[in-house]
C-alpha cells in the first residue's frame, strides 16, 4: 500500500547529465520537477510490487539497428505526407 504521507528526505543519486536535461525538459511539460516524476515512479513501483513497465533486452538485429540510428547510419528524412502515402499504399 502506498501512503500520501508529507514527510519528506533527502537522497542522492547519480544520473546520466544528457538524460537528466532530456527528462526534466519532458517532465516540465506536464509542470513536474525530477522529485515529483521520481516520487510516481517510486509510488508505481510500490503499487506493482515492481518495476511499472516491461524492461526488453533487443535482440541482435534490433541492437544493430539502434546502434545505427544513434550513429546516423540508414537514415533520411521523411515527410508527414510521405508517411501518410505509404500507409494508405
Do not use: C
Not at 543519486?13 to 516524476?37: P, T, W
Not at 506493482?48 to 539502434?66: C, K, L, M, S, V
Not at 540510428?69 to 521523411?78: E, Y
Amino acid at each position: 500500500m502506498v501512503r500520501n504521507g508529507n514527510k519528506k528526505i533527502r537522497t542522492n543519486v547519480y544520473l546520466n547529465a544528457d538524460i537528466k536535461s532530456q527528462a526534466q525538459e519532458i517532465f516540465k511539460q506536464y509542470g513536474m520537477g525530477l522529485s515529483d516524476a521520481f516520487n510516481i515512479f517510486l509510488a508505481q513501483s510500490v503499487l506493482q510490487r515492481g518495476i511499472p513497465f516491461e524492461i526488453r533486452i533487443p535482440n541482435d538485429d534490433t541492437a544493430q539497428a539502434i546502434k545505427e540510428a544513434r550513429s546516423g547510419k540508414n537514415m533520411s528524412k521523411v515527410n508527414l505526407d510521405e508517411l501518410k502515402k505509404v500507409v494508405s499504399a
